[in-house]
Nanobody, 121 residues
């Protein structure tokens, strides 16, 4: 079964930092893109940052210069380093993987369970 396990959310003051982690579980063969989305209350889910297996990255304009996505292909893990956090960054952050292939099968889209990030003084 495809599974993404997230960790690292929590409460942080404005200007603070957090690191989110997302690990693909099981006997992974390949994953093309791993990315982070977020959804704030009353808003649509939006793409925050994406990382391809080849190392290409892209970011939402709202987080450029503050967030960094990185990926460890050997560990099938993606990280989101968030600096200078703002109250508007408060949301549930979801890990997502495209073309997730393991020894038991392949899935086009796999989502993590979500981790809450609260930015507040």
């Amino acid at each position: 079964q495809a599974q993404l396990v997230e960790s690292g959310g929590g409460l942080v003051q404005p200007g603070g930092s957090l690191r989110l982690s997302c690990a693909a579980a099981g006997s992974i063969i390949s994953i093309s893109t791993m990315d982070w989305y977020r959804q704030a209350p009353g808003k649509q889910r939006e793409l925050v940052a994406a990382a391809s297996s080849g190392g290409d990255t892209n970011y939402a304009d709202s987080v450029k210069g503050r967030f960094t996505i990185s990926r460890d292909n050997a560990k099938h893990t993606v990280y989101l380093h968030m600096n200078n956090l703002k109250p508007e960054d408060t949301a549930v952050y979801y890990c997502h993987a495209e073309n997730y292939c393991a020894n038991v099968g392949c899935w086009r889209d796999v989502w993590g369970q979500g981790t809450q990030v609260n930015v507040s003084s």
